[in-house]
């Protein structure tokens, strides 16, 4: 499943990772979103995510975080992928 970044913006309270390097979060994120790597996020996504909630993940372009959603969402949770990243980000802020 995927959102856009206007509609995820509409969203209170959601629950946005950013599965970028620490990095690139540091210099600059989505506001309100947390940062898990991608790799780690894969390897233990049981110590990070709640499979009764639902999380919107994004990385610079939307390629990587729209393969860790399918991979999370066949595991049972609820991962949504944000269209085009932080960098759709970029462009309407």
């Given at each position: 499943m995927n959102i856009s970044?206007?509609?995820?913006?509409?969203?209170?309270?959601?629950?946005?990772?950013?599965?970028?390097?620490?990095?690139?979060?540091?210099?600059?994120?989505?506001?309100?979103?947390?940062?898990?790597?991608?790799?780690?996020?894969?390897?233990?996504?049981?110590?990070?995510?709640?499979?009764?909630?639902?999380?919107?993940?994004?990385?610079?372009?939307?390629?990587?975080?729209?393969?860790?959603?399918?991979?999370?969402?066949?595991?049972?949770?609820?991962?949504?992928n944000v269209?085009?990243?932080?960098?759709?980000?970029?462009?309407?802020?």
């Amino acid at each position: 499943m995927n959102i856009s970044v206007l509609n995820l913006l509409k969203i209170p309270n959601a629950n946005i990772i950013d599965i970028r390097s620490r990095e690139n979060f540091n210099n600059r994120h989505i506001p309100n979103a947390k940062n898990i790597e991608a790799k780690e996020l894969m390897i233990r996504p049981d110590k990070y995510l709640n499979k009764n909630e639902t999380y919107y993940l994004y990385c610079r372009h939307g390629i990587t975080s729209q393969k860790v959603c399918q991979i999370l969402t066949s595991r049972g949770y609820n991962t949504i992928n944000v269209i085009g990243g932080y960098e759709a980000w970029l462009l309407q802020n």
